[in-house]
């Protein structure tokens, strides 16, 4: 009976040991955000920069605030 419970308890702590610990492993998805890293050119500087950082004006893409002034 006890060579039973023991062999019972070394399968139930293999079971957990790799099987339970492999969700947590699974690397997180990226965003949809960080997929799309799309980089484009400033219109004035030449600077390239994301698409979500940009500065856009009648269609034109602006790396900062003073560039798109100028």
Do not use: H
């Not at 399968?11 to 997929?35: D, N, R, S």
């Not at 050119?41 to 950082?53: H, L, R």
């Amino acid at each position: 009976m006890l060579k039973w419970l023991l062999v019972i308890a070394v399968v139930v702590g293999i079971y957990y040991f790799f099987i339970k610990k492999k969700p947590m492993l699974k690397a997180e998805k990226p965003t949809k955000k960080e997929q799309s890293s799309e980089l484009v050119e400033c219109t004035v500087c030449g600077t390239f920069c994301s698409v979500s950082e940009a500065f856009i004006k009648e269609r034109r893409y602006y790396c900062s605030q003073e560039c798109l002034d100028a």
